[in-house]
T-cell receptor, first 115, second 110 residues
Framework: NAGVTQTPKFQVLKTGQSMTLQCAQD?????MYWYRQDPGMGLRLIYY???????DKGEVPNGYNVSRLNKREFSLRLESAAPSQTSVYFC??????????????FGEGSRLTVL | AQSVTQLGSHVSVSEGALVLLRCNYS??????LFWYVQYPNQGLQLLLK??????LVKGINGFEAEFKKSETSFHLTKPSAHMSDAAEYFC????????FGTGTSLTVIP
């Protein structure tokens, strides 16, 4: 049982390059999320998808776009990478949107460096 | 708006000593509260969660947390620290979204 799978695990980009982080979950969860983790700042929500076909901005959406491709997959795209986007990115999923007793299940993270 | 505050970004304890990691929440309604643990180079995994069924919640690896409404706290404890407990710990509250604290890094000294 893979849970939440993220690819790639590591990536180095030059400023201005674009890339897409892929995320897939095999738990039949309705809701999916993208977070970034930076030292001393905890996890900050970039975008989330409450259910297939919907996406919404989180706390720090600028510079990112997302696509909920189907119920399993939720991708995060950086159109023009900037050094400030150097971070560790986590994808997560939950049975339903936060507000009930459900928990988040996390992937192992994608470490992105923008030079 | 809901939020959590973790007091102390770094905590060091000796092996076998009590672990106490502090979390205070801000919520206008009874919250759902969580503690997650992150081991180096891994994602977060759930330690325990409070869902109003009982104020003292037991989690994995001997951790437990007590919900105290009067103090708006949900501190995480473990009676005896083990070397394997060294990790980053995050408190979170669930409302329309999950809101995470900034984390506490636990070091266990042999």
């Amino acid at each position: 049982n893979a849970g939440v799978t993220q690819t790639p695990k590591f990536q180095v980009l030059k400023t201005g390059q674009s890339m897409t982080l892929q995320c897939a979950q095999d738990m039949n969860h309705n809701s999916m999320y993208w977070y970034r983790q930076d030292p001393g700042m905890g996890l900050r929500l970039i975008y989330y998808s409450a259910s297939e076909g919907t996406t919404d901005k989180g706390e720090v959406p600028n510079g990112y776009n997302v696509s909920r491709l189907n119920k399993r997959e939720f991708s995060l795209r950086l159109e023009s990478a900037a050094p400030s986007q150097t971070s560790v990115y986590f994808c997560a999923s939950s049975e339903s949107l936060a507000g009930d007793t459900g928990e988040l299940f996390f992937g192992e993270g994608s470490r992105l460096t923008v030079l | 708006a809901q939020s959590v505050t973790q007091l102390g970004s770094h905590v060091s304890v000796s092996e076998g000593a009590l672990v106490l990691l502090r979390c205070n929440y801000s919520s206008s309604v009874p919250p759902y509260l969580f503690w997650y643990v992150q081991y180096p180079n891994q994602g977060l995994q759930l330690l325990l969660k409070y869902t109003s069924a009982a104020t003292l919640v037991k989690g994995i690896n001997g951790f437990e947390a007590e919900f105290k409404k009067s103090e708006t706290s949900f501190h995480l404890t473990k009676p005896s620290a083990h070397m394997s407990d060294a990790a980053e710990y995050f408190c979170a509250v669930s409302g329309n979204q999950f809101y995470f604290g900034t984390g506490t890094s636990l070091t266990v000294i042999p």
